[in-house]
Structure formats: structure tokens, C-alpha cells
């Protein structure tokens, strides 16, 4: 059984500031793995997503990395911005491409 | 704007009852899943649809299940509420063929349901 985690569970951290977010899963027969924004009481809007071919994606300011060897996946957003506040989730999809395994999410506050 | 629709946006219902939640998916994609997000936790996976069939499940009792539609619409149906039902129901869908631009899920806005 998948499961996902994200740590940390809540991060704060000046505007300007270059941070990284953490994914770690159990299982690396992965379809892909999908990192997503949520903003409070909303859907999810799509970032990046890595096929299980591929190491990493980018996308403006962020780059996401896949190593299944260590069951990890990084979000990197440059230069943050206080836009960038809200909770981050990855997702990791079955070797089928059925299910969707998502860990409980990184929200993020960028201060001003 | 993802192209993904759904309504309601808000529903209450008592235990017992029986609710209908559903969702337009943007034209041509042919998957679409449910998911389940309580307060404070990422979305819990109950089903996938490909093609109006069910082509996977996660840990979701009988008393969920769907339909999906030729016009790329679906639903998800869920009877006889419990006060645990009470959370934010979101569906997805994608191209649902080979590549990273068709894998790639669009989120609806949600439904929020609250079960009393």
C-alpha cells in the first residue's frame, strides 16, 4: 500500500527566500508523480507533473525532482513570493495509472 | 481556470439521506476520478472512470459509486450519509491516453458537503 508524507507540515518564510518542499512514498512503482497548489477551501490547480521515466520538470520558478530509488520528490520554488502562500500537495499515481495516492500537504506562508 | 465543473458548491444534508454530486469534465478527457479531502488532509482516492467504466477503487465502502456519461460528465452518488461523509468532494480528469500532457488531472472546484 502507497503512502505518502510531507514534511513539513507548515512552513513560513520571508519573501525572496528560495525554499524546498519535501514528498517522500513507500512504493516506487509509480505512473507519476503530479505536484499541486490548493488555496483555502478551493480545488487543486496543477504545477508539475514527473512521468517515472523522468528526474525532474520545470515550470517558471519551480522545479520538481523524482528519485525513486529513495522514494523522494522535491518541489523548489525560487525567489517566493507572497502569491506562493498556500498548501502544496504531491501525488503519486499507481504503476496502472489508476489511483492516486496524495500526502496531506505543505501549507506555505510567504511574509511580506 | 481548468475547464472541470461541479456542482453544488455546497450541499447539507442529514444522515440517512442520499446525495448526488456531479461533474463536467473538460471535452475529450476520458478519465475521471473522485476524491474525498476532510478538513486538514490531503484528497483520499475513491474511484476512476475510463470510458464510462470503473477502472479502480480505493478504500470507499459500497454505498459510494458513480457514473460517467458520453458527454463527459459524471457522478458520484453516495447513500445512506454518515457524519463522517461531511467533506470536500473533488473529481479530476484527464486525457486518459499515453503521455505526460494526457496524464496530467484537472481539479474541479469542489463540492462541500456537510452531513448533519
Known amino acids: 500500500k502507497q503512502e505518502v508524507t510531507q514534511i513539513p507540515a507548515a512552513l513560513s518564510v520571508p519573501e525572496g527566500e528560495n525554499l524546498v518542499l519535501n514528498c517522500s512514498f513507500t512504493?516506487?512503482?509509480?505512473?507519476?508523480l503530479q505536484w499541486f497548489r490548493q488555496d483555502p477551501g478551493k480545488g487543486l490547480t496543477s504545477l508539475l507533473l514527473?512521468?517515472?521515466?523522468?528526474r525532474e520538470q520545470t515550470s517558471g520558478r519551480l522545479n520538481a525532482s523524482l528519485d525513486k530509488s529513495s522514494g523522494r520528490s522535491t518541489l523548489y520554488i525560487a525567489a517566493s513570493q507572497p502569491g506562493d502562500s498556500a498548501t502544496y500537495l504531491c501525488a503519486m499515481r499507481d504503476a496502472n495509472a489508476g489511483k492516486s495516492t496524495f500526502g496531506d500537504g505543505t501549507t506555505l506562508t510567504v511574509k511580506p | 481556470e481548468t475547464g472541470v465543473t461541479q456542482s453544488p458548491t455546497h450541499l447539507i444534508k442529514t444522515r440517512g439521506q442520499q446525495v448526488t454530486l456531479r461533474c463536467s469534465s473538460q471535452s475529450g478527457h476520458n478519465t475521471v476520478s473522485w476524491y474525498q479531502q476532510a478538513l486538514g488532509q490531503g484528497p483520499q482516492f475513491i474511484f476512476q472512470?475510463?470510458?464510462?467504466?470503473?477502472?479502480g477503487r480505493g478504500n470507499f465502502p459500497p454505498r459510494f459509486s458513480g457514473l460517467q456519461f458520453p458527454n463527459y460528465s459524471s457522478e458520484l452518488n453516495v447513500n445512506a450519509l454518515e457524519l463522517d461523509d461531511s467533506a470536500l468532494y473533488l473529481c479530476?480528469?484527464?486525457?486518459?491516453?499515453?503521455?505526460?500532457?494526457?496524464?496530467?488531472?484537472?481539479f474541479g472546484p469542489g463540492t462541500r458537503l456537510t452531513v448533519l
Open positions: 514527473i512521468q517515472s521515466s523522468q
Open positions: 512504493d516506487s512503482a509509480i505512473y507519476n
Open positions: 472512470y475510463y470510458r464510462e467504466e470503473e477502472n
Open positions: 479530476a480528469s484527464s486525457l486518459g491516453t499515453s503521455g505526460w500532457e494526457a496524464d496530467t488531472q484537472y
